[in-house]
Every structure is written in C-alpha cells, then in structure tokens.
C-alpha cells in the first residue's frame, strides 16, 4: 500500500507493517495505526508514521544510541497487555526532539515506545526511573 505523507514523501507499507497503539500515543490519542520507517536521511533515526493522519510522523531512535546502559522493567500486566512472551520480540524506541544544532537534539528517556515485533501492537510508557528524563541530550554520552 501507499501513504502520501506530509514531510516523508511517499512510503510503502503492508498491512503486517502497521503497528496497533491501543491506547494511542500520548498527545495523539485518537490515532491507533502507525508504521515504522527508517528516516531517508540519517539511519540514526526512525519515523513512526501514522497511517490514520498522514501529518503525523513521529521521530523517533534507538535509547541505546544515547543511553547504552538504558533499562527498565515492565511489569507482568503490562507483559500481558503487550502479549510479550519473549524478550526478543521486543523493540524499544524513543521520541526526538529534533534541532538545528546537534548538541540541542534531545532523546526522551522518560517515554520508551515499547513494540511487540511479532504481534505488533505497541504502547508509551511513562517510567517511575527519575535518573531518565524528557529531554536528554542525544549526542552527550552517558546518563
């Protein structure tokens, strides 16, 4: 399938590619199918591209990029919630604040995108952990 977008130009999808967000995503509730793309200009970053508003593209990266000692635990309702059976089939992902200057490009280590890579069905979590915050400096080094 195709998706006119916004700001990504044209992008091919199938339906296997379309990840659920049950409850949304904070700030854009009502929206529940998003994909994955990988971002045409740096590989460092991903666009999770609603499919329902073809505005909206999320950029997002990897908190190991930032953060290599990044960790959380989610707990057995959320596991469940999620139908994780195995790490795995887990992929975490994080929002960026993109800007201008490299060193002002922020990642929000208080939010990781949790996706179920086989059942793709994903929600944002928001972590008790105070030592991750909303805007940490991507291209800092460790927390």
Known sequence: MELKTKYHGVLNYEEKD??????GIPGFDKLEKFILVPAE???LF???QSIED???GIVVASPFNACKNYEFDIDDDKMSELNIKDNKDVLVVNTVTLNSKLENITINLKAPIVINTNDKI???LILDNV???IKYPLF???V
């Open 18 to 23: 379309v990840i659920i967000f049950k409850k």
């Open 41 to 43: 200009e740096n590989s």
């Open 46 to 48: 991903g666009i999770l």
């Open 54 to 56: 073809t505005d909206i």
């Open 122 to 124: 994903g929600e944002q």
């Open 131 to 133: 030592d991750y915050p």
């Open 140 to 142: 800092k080094g460790e």
